[in-house]
């Protein structure tokens, strides 16, 4: 006879046609569960379904050992049987009937159940790599959803389809002829964080769009103040609006495997390179004498944000550092631009809020960066994530912006990063596809570039911004003048173009 249930095997666990098949107590040692204990007393099989009313055999129901439920007997329909009388059902077979529905239903479930916690196990014994790459799988698919960084409400889709982009001018309270003016842009944008910022009561999506519209007029309005060439010119607005808009781009994308043999062929060439421990300290005094010419002294960023449910996260200073130079760069900090004798701002109180203010900035600039680079490397590679490389608490390094060069949503799409190693005075410079130094005698073109070049410091398991010390006489460095120190130094560096 074949086994009924999944519990009428008395075998080992096993697989076949996509069910599992598990060790029981076998029929006789149920069936004596089942007389010693009236609580079970259910029928083993499926009673058979119902016949056509035409063909259905007289039935009686007849007792069976205590506990055992209602035993079916039936005849043959050749059998001498009684004068034909109207069918009835037994008042006490229907009583047992939905007993035996609802008995049967809840025996299901808790076999079910069973079977599932079983399965479980056996997976994680047996089979952990599926149960690995299926994590995987969902960790990718959770972090590429961050990069969406939609306000939120955006679940209320009825009520926003069909509407326009947010107008930064309308976010910021101007007019179009307005907000051509760095002080107008500057002067609404303290009124308008005032009114949004969290610690002020406000909403924290509200207080995002108030930072993402002062980046980009900011950085329209001192494009439009300088001489401007529209036919060469980089459009600094569509570099600070890129939380809302995508570009498309004809260039050909490179594959993983071009990056990650880039990578091995630098982080080969640094090992060789530094094998020497006093060829490494010479390098990194020579670095020293870099960063001097090049008027660059690292700042302290921090190492932990918040992320989008305002939970604390560690180990972020890597992206901090890159918001820091990045706000820096197009002037978008307040308290670079702070003016002692200006009537507006000239208590103590205020410059301390707008250090305030200027703290989310960054730290909603730092995450926009964690989200979209990670989310580059996590699809190149998504067993990082189970390999403990990548991750909400993580240490990220340098070698992330490979994987985002080429990216047309990036925040850094058209930046260059320079990373000064103190640990062995090497010098990292990720270029991004759409920078562009080739124009630098265009005034235009000049602040542009050196906006867009970012520099950081990094000393064991921790990351800085370099900054000028005076970041409103507009002294970075732009990313030609870096490697031409460089070279005259005999510092070496590796550059990382993401157009080449």
């Known amino acids: 006879e074949q086994p009924t249930s999944l519990l009428d095997r008395n075998e080992q666990p096993s697989m076949g046609n996509g069910c599992f098949y598990f060790a029981g107590k076998g029929r006789e040692g149920r069936d004596r569960d089942i007389l010693d204990d009236d609580s079970h007393a259910l ?15 007289s039935a009686t129901a007849t007792p069976t050992a205590a506990g055992a439920g209602v035993s079916a007997t039936s005849t043959t329909p050749n059998a001498p049987t009684e ?16 007993s035996f529905t609802s008995s049967a239903m809840v025996e299901s479930r808790s076999r079910m159940s069973t079977c599932l916690r079983t399965a479980w196990t056996e997976l994680q014994t047996n089979n952990p790599q599926l149960l690995e790459e299926r994590e995987l799988q969902r960790a990718l698919e959770l972090s590429l959803l961050d990069c969406a960084l939609v306000p939120s409400g955006s679940n209320k889709s009825k009520n926003r389809q069909g509407k326009a982009a947010p107008n930064p001018v309308e976010i910021l309270g101007l007019s179009t002829a307005t907000s051509t003016s760095v002080e107008n ?9 005032l009114e949004t910022h969290p610690d002020k009561g406000g909403n924290p999506d509200d207080f995002a769009l108030v930072a993402w519209a002062y980046r980009t ?3 329209k309005a001192m494009h439009q103040q300088r001489p401007s060439d529209a036919a060469s010119s980089i459009s600094a607005s569509s570099t600070a609006s890129t939380l809302f808009t995508t570009g498309a781009s004809t260039k050909t994308l490179k594959t993983t495997a071009h990056w990650d043999e880039a990578l091995k062929a630098h982080k080969d060439l640094v090992a060789e390179l530094f094998a020497d421990s006093h060829a490494q300290n010479e390098a990194v005094a020579k670095q020293h004498r870099v960063l001097k010419c090049l008027r660059l002294y690292h700042q302290e960023a921090g190492s932990s944000n918040l992320n989008e449910k305002q939970e604390r996260i560690q180990n972020s200073c890597f992206y901090l550092s890159l918001a820091v130079s990045y706000l820096s760069g197009i002037g978008a900090l307040m ?21 305030t203010a200027d703290q989310g900035l960054i730290g909603q600039t730092a995450l926009q960066l964690k989200r979209t680079i990670e989310g580059a490397v996590l699809q190149a590679h998504p067993e990082w994530a189970a390999a403990g490389l990548v991750g909400e608490e993580v240490q990220a390094f340098s070698d992330f912006l490979v994987y985002q060069l080429q990216s047309e949503t990036s925040l850094l799409r058209d930046c260059a990063v320079a990373i000064f190693d103190e640990t062995s005075g090497f010098v990292d410079v990720y270029k991004a596809a759409g920078y562009s130094d080739t124009n630098l005698t265009d005034p235009s073109q000049d602040w542009v570039e050196r906006a867009h070049t970012l520099t950081l410091r990094y000393t064991p398991g921790h990351y800085q911004p370099l900054l000028p010390k005076n970041t409103q006489n507009n002294t970075r460095p732009s990313l030609k003048e870096i490697l031409q120190t460089l070279d005259l130094e005999n510092v070496f560096y590796v550059v990382t173009d993401g157009d080449s």
């Open 335 to 355: 308290t670079d631009s702070f003016d002692g004798d200006d009537s507006e701002v000239g208590d103590e109180s205020y410059r301390q809020f707008l250090q």
């Open 43 to 57: 029928p083993l099989r499926t009673p058979p379904p119902s016949l056509p009313r035409s063909n259905l055999p």
């Open 217 to 219: 007029l900011l950085a």
């Open 83 to 98: 004068p034909e009388q109207p069918l009835q059902a037994p008042k006490s077979t229907s009583v047992t009937s939905a």
């Open 185 to 193: 842009v500057r002067r609404a944008y303290r009124k308008r964080s």
